[in-house]
């Protein structure tokens, strides 16, 4: 039987605040399997952008482990994690983060450089994303030309024009209006299914849920299932 996508146990994080310690995770576990589609809600300030950079490798765990597809990144050099996230791992941010002085096909086909990807070959695969995307014609772009909802789903593009196994999206849709959350939601939603990519979703728009294998509530520093 293959390794899940996603397996954290006991993820515990804290931070000082002033003379205080806050705990944010408290023992907190989490497996995702490969093309589950999981939806993690919770309150502003509940820990789901702290949740998913511990997932992700990007910052250090007090306690617990997080293992991607059966390597344990979270015991991983700094090098090594990045290597990881570049293999396994799509990031989708709440601001898109686009670098605005390139076109929308650049952006996308970046990510494949660094992976020493060839030019033509990026090109095509950035392109061919694009056009899964729903941006065929707006490969020449560049993001200010772009509305809010094309540059999120050219970040969209992006985060997995390397065939990751696990997309991670931290509030995805909070800058876009009703009818463009959704279209980014169903959008992700359809990708993960094409594609065979587990997603994890962090939000507090509980219709996110909607179309999600699994809905989970952040509260206290655990996670408990919604029903």
Partial sequence: ??????????LRKSFRQ???????????????????RCAIVGRSGSGKSTLLHVLAGLDDLDAGQVRLCGT????ASVGERARLRNRHVGFVYQLHHLLPEFSALENVLMPLRLGGVSRREAETRAAAMLDAVGLKSRCAHRP????????QRVAVARALVGHPN?????????????????????LMRGLSRDFSV????????????????RTL???DGVLEPLP
Wanted: glycine share 12%; proline share 2%.
């Fill in 1 to 10: 039987m293959s390794e899940p996508a996603l397996l954290a146990t006991g």
């Fill in 18 to 36: 002033g003379g205080e310690r806050i705990e944010v995770l408290r023992g907190l576990s989490l497996e995702v399997g490969r093309g589950e």
């Fill in 72 to 75: 344990a990144i979270s015991a």
């Fill in 144 to 151: 200010s030309a772009l509305s809010g909802g094309e540059r």
């Fill in 166 to 186: 696990l997309l991670l999206a931290d509030e995805p849709t909070g800058n876009l209006d009703r009818e463009n959350a959704r279209q980014v939601f169903e």
């Fill in 198 to 213: 587990a997603l994890v979703v962090v939000t507090h728009d509980e219709e996110a849920s909607d179309g999600m294998d």
């Fill in 217 to 219: 509530l952040l509260d």
